[in-house]
């Protein structure tokens, strides 16, 4: 079994910066191809961004690419989302996932995801 839990949400003001973080359990975190999605009121969960075996293989849905970073650290078994220049339409529940048969590259679909954290809140006021 598999546990994630995500924190590091919060209210901020549009061109701030928020840090999420998602601690994961689990033997062979390193292998795990691991993604972060969003849920705003109303709306159907979407994809932001997900990160393969390296830092290289990283991916990002094009509304936050160059705003957006998403980075892994192994040893500590963390993944992060570093936001930038955040605006009110980034507003959303943001969920931490896993994907315990990942290959290099780590998808972006969400129904390739094995285990899901309980999310966390993320708001920018204008």
């Known amino acids: 079994q598999v546990q994630l839990v995500e924190s590091g949400g919060g209210l901020v003001q549009a061109g701030g910066s928020l840090r999420l973080s998602c601690a994961v359990s689990g033997r062979t975190f390193s292998s795990y191809g691991m993604g972060w999605f969003r849920q705003a009121p109303g709306k159907e969960r979407e994809f932001v961004a997900a990160i393969g075996w390296s830092e290289d293989s990283t991916v990002y849905t094009d509304s936050v690419k160059g705003r957006f970073t998403i980075s892994r650290d192994d040893a500590k078994k963390m993944v992060y989302l570093q936001m930038n220049s955040l605006k009110p339409e980034d507003t959303a529940v943001y969920y931490c996932?896993?994907?315990?048969?990942?290959?290099?590259?780590?998808?972006?679909?969400?129904?390739?995801?094995?285990?899901w954290g309980q999310g966390t809140q993320v708001t920018v006021s204008s």
């Open positions: 996932a896993a994907d315990i048969h990942a290959m290099v590259v780590a998808p972006t679909r969400k129904t390739a995801y094995d285990y």
